[in-house]
């Protein structure tokens, strides 16, 4: 058991809470324990040039912690290389599961901002930021902007470590603080690999542990992307 009483497959319990804000095209609340994050999806007309030229839109994201989302105050709007790198990972994985070229014409913005944070901000704000953005084509289809959903796959994001010599999913931040390797995975529904981030803290990632790391990463996966699924009332599958 770990200190919070969970098995070393189970994941922190998650939360999402739809439609959080008013007056935006997809919003959310997620909890993952007690790491929360508030996603939106905003929708403009326009892409960037090379989205233009090449006859697609654009989904993009930004991601911030708020200042006492940690201990310790963070100063205000400052971006940071961690900032930076997490908002694209949020980027790249929320266009890895669509077909651009539907959404030619639009951006949509996906902010992230984290409220509180425990360990893996990162995933459970690509977890709610496809929520909001799912919300955010429904509304769009629903205008008539565009005329067929761009989603091509539901997609889940979780983190897995090794932690005192044993594989586990979904890590705090005080797992995370002391793993000897952690690893961030995102999939889509048929456990595609959209993004794989794989780093050795305290020690060298075996080929047997990579294994064991995937397979638990594709069970918390699939419950993830089931309970995306039952809150944007899908039939559960």
Same mark, same amino acid.
């Given at each position: 058991m770990r200190f919070d009483g969970r098995n070393y497959d189970e994941l922190r319990p998650l939360e999402i809470i739809k439609d959080y804000l008013k007056d935006v095209e997809g919003s959310c609340l997620i909890k993952l324990g007690n790491?929360?994050?508030?996603?939106?999806?905003? @929708?403009?007309?326009?892409?960037?040039?090379?989205?233009?030229?090449?006859?697609?839109g654009w989904?993009? #994201?930004? *991601?911030?912690? +708020?200042?006492?989302?940690?201990?310790?105050?963070?100063?205000?709007d400052k971006i940071n290389g961690r900032s930076i790198e997490i908002q694209r990972i949020i980027g790249r994985s929320l266009r890895g599961a669509c077909?651009?070229?539907?959404?030619?014409?639009?951006?949509?913005?996906?902010?992230?901002? @984290?409220?509180?944070a425990d360990g893996g901000t990162r995933v459970t704000s690509i977890i709610g930021g496809?929520? #909001?953005? *799912?919300?955010? +084509?429904?509304?769009?289809?629903?205008?008539?902007?565009i005329e067929k959903s761009p989603i091509k796959k539901f997609i889940g994001a979780v983190s897995v470590g090794i932690v005192e010599g044993k594989p586990m999913l979904d890590l705090t931040f005080e797992e995370d603080s002391k793993a000897d390797v952690d690893m961030n995975v995102v999939m889509t529904e048929n456990y595609e690999i959209i993004e794989l981030q794989a780093t050795g803290e305290g020690g060298?990632?075996?080929?047997?542990?990579?294994?064991?790391?995937?397979?638990?990463?594709?069970?918390?996966?699939?419950?993830?992307?089931?309970k995306e699924k039952e809150v944007l009332w899908l039939k559960r599958s």
């Open positions: 790491t929360h994050v508030i996603c939106t999806a905003t @929708v403009q007309s326009g892409a960037p040039k090379f989205a233009k030229d090449q006859g697609i989904v993009t #994201a930004e *991601y911030r912690m +708020i200042p006492r989302a940690v201990p310790e105050r963070l100063p205000r077909d651009l070229s539907l959404l030619n014409g639009y951006t949509i913005w996906i902010d992230c901002d @984290v409220i509180q496809f929520v #909001a953005l *799912y919300d955010a +084509i429904q509304h769009m289809l629903s205008l008539g902007m060298t990632l075996k080929e047997e542990d990579l294994k064991l790391m995937l397979e638990l990463a594709k069970k918390g996966i699939n419950e993830i992307i089931n």
